[in-house]
């Protein structure tokens, strides 16, 4: 092959993998667990960031402009509880920003987690990006609430229940936007690339797995079976009816659906 044709097609490839590792952000909520038993410590540790899974990317994050736990359909709020905290990622020589706070569980049931951001200011894309993300965990057995919506103007309701999941389980989940179904709507898919709990950090052979895609129904209802342990990340996006000003000019948002669960293997 021609050498100038071949490093053509190095450096379209190589711009190709960049590009789309602007495209998947994900907002994230990690609990400490996401069941906690008889004999465990009932105080959990949350961490929010906005990242690239799979790629261990962090981006800057400001101090959320919601942050609260739902539980058996009455909400709490916990901004003040957020703690903003310093990390570095492999490919990064700047520190980033990012929130921790702690909760305790004080009875049996589901308690969902969810945070609205500041709106981020992409520029490779030109529009703001919000992710309202969630994630769920449960406490002593008693499993209530966790399919019930938080009232966010998008969100991911799961219709399969989002905890006490094996490796290869489906996880089916309902997109909603302004409380209605969002038909057809697109899911991005990655996993949190962390050497966490045992885990092995993967490396993707090619920039198409970094990012799974899959596609809502008309009803907005998806699923993905997710094929290693960990927590996976699943951030259903729109447009919103809304925009906001940069440098003198409107810009277009992007809202995400953002909704995350813990797989195990079965041993």
């Not at 495209?23 to 009932?42: K, L, M, R, V, Y």
């Not at 569980?105 to 030109?126: I, L, N, Q, S």
């Not at 302004?178 to 885990?199: F, H, M, T, W």
Request: hydrophobic share 35%.
């Amino acid at each position: 092959m021609n050498k100038n044709i071949l490093g053509s097609i190095t450096g379209i490839m190589a711009i190709a993998f960049c590009t789309s590792s602007t495209e998947a952000h994900f907002g994230t909520i990690i609990p400490s667990d996401d069941i906690i038993s008889q004999h465990d410590d009932t105080t959990l540790k949350l961490e929010a960031k906005f990242i690239h899974p799979l790629e261990l990317h962090y981006m800057e994050m400001d101090k959320p402009k919601q942050f609260g736990v739902q539980i058996n359909g009455k909400k709490q709020d916990l901004l003040n509880s957020l703690q903003a905290a310093k990390g570095k990622s492999p490919d990064q020589e700047k520190d980033y920003t990012f929130w921790q706070a702690e909760y305790k569980v004080k009875r049996p049931g589901d308690y969902t987690f969810y945070m609205e951001p500041v709106p981020y200011w992409e520029a490779a894309e030109d529009l703001f990006i919000v992710h309202y993300t969630k994630v769920c965990i449960n406490s002593l057995g008693l499993e209530q609430g966790w399919d019930e919506p938080v009232g966010l103007e998008t969100e991911i309701v799961p219709l399969t229940r989002p905890y006490g999941l094996w490796t290869g389980n489906l996880f089916t989940g309902q997109i909603l936007l302004d409380g209605k179904p969002a038909p057809n709507a697109e899911v991005e898919i990655e996993y949190l690339n962390e050497s966490k709990q045992n885990i092995s950090i993967i490396t993707p052979p090619a920039s198409p797995y970094v990012t799974q895609v899959v596609k809502a129904d008309i009803n907005g209802v998806f699923s993905y079976a997710m094929p290693k342990a960990g927590w996976w990340g699943f951030s259903a996006l729109s447009e919103a009816s809304w925009k906001l000003e940069h440098e003198g000019r409107e810009k277009g948002v992007e809202i995400g659906a953002v909704y995350w669960v813990m797989t195990r293997d079965m041993r």
